[in-house]
Each structure stands twice: as structure tokens, then as C-alpha cells.
């Protein structure tokens, strides 16, 4: 079975940080890109942060420079690492596999995980 399954998310200041973990299993995570997306309630879903087999990375312009995406191919595990987290960050992150590595087109994203909270509040 595949799976991917998320943690780390929960209820953070403005300008705080927090760090998501994806642990994938029955995954060729280590030839697969993977990614981080996003969907906050009324609006589209959205690829924050992706990384590549080879360890090239993308972020979409509204988390670049506060966000870092990284991976442990020995653990299977993705990492977000969030920093100077603003309200509009509030959303359910979704870590997802891309098994035709590319990153950076959402469509080609096939395993999904069930999402974690994330939420910027004061």
C-alpha cells in the first residue's frame, strides 16, 4: 500500500515557525520528486515546494526565502521547514509524489497524503 502521512502542523504566531514531516512507505521515494501543496477553504490548491530525485528544488513566489524544502532518502521522509510564518500561510498541507520527477507540474503528482493543519493566528 502507498501512503504518505504528514505531521507537524498546529497552530503558530505571525513570524513564528513550525516544520512539517512527510513519511512515505510503499513508495519509490527515492526516484520520485515530491512536493508540498497547500489549500486554504475557498481557494485553489496550490505546489508551495517541491524537490526533485537530485535534489533540485521550486517555491512558489508567495513562500520563497521563508520556506525550505529537504528530504532524508534513508528515513523516507520530507521536510518543510516554515519560518516568519504569516496568517495567509493557513492552510491544509499535503505532501504528495511525483513519479515522473519533474517537480514542477502538478499534474504529474500521483500519491497523496491526508493533510495537516497549519494554522497562523495570533
Known amino acids: 500500500q502507498e501512503q504518505l502521512v504528514e505531521s507537524g502542523g498546529g497552530l503558530a504566531q505571525p513570524g513564528g515557525s513550525l516544520e512539517l514531516s512527510c513519511a512515505a512507505s510503499g513508495v519509490s521515494f527515492n526516484i520520485y520528486a515530491m512536493g508540498w501543496f497547500r489549500q486554504a477553504p475557498g481557494k485553489q490548491r496550490e505546489l508551495v515546494a517541491a524537490i526533485t530525485s537530485d535534489g533540485r528544488t521550486y517555491y512558489s513566489d508567495s513562500v520563497k526565502g521563508r520556506f525550505t524544502i529537504s528530504r532524508d532518502n534513508a528515513k523516507n521522509t520530507l521536510y518543510l521547514q516554515m519560518n516568519s510564518l504569516k496568517p495567509e500561510d493557513t492552510a491544509l498541507y499535503y505532501c504528495?509524489?511525483?513519479?515522473?520527477?519533474?517537480?514542477?507540474?502538478?499534474?504529474?503528482?500521483?500519491?497523496w497524503g491526508q493533510g495537516t493543519q497549519v494554522t497562523v493566528s495570533l
Open positions: 504528495a509524489a511525483d513519479y515522473q520527477d519533474s517537480g514542477f507540474n502538478p499534474s504529474e503528482y500521483y500519491y
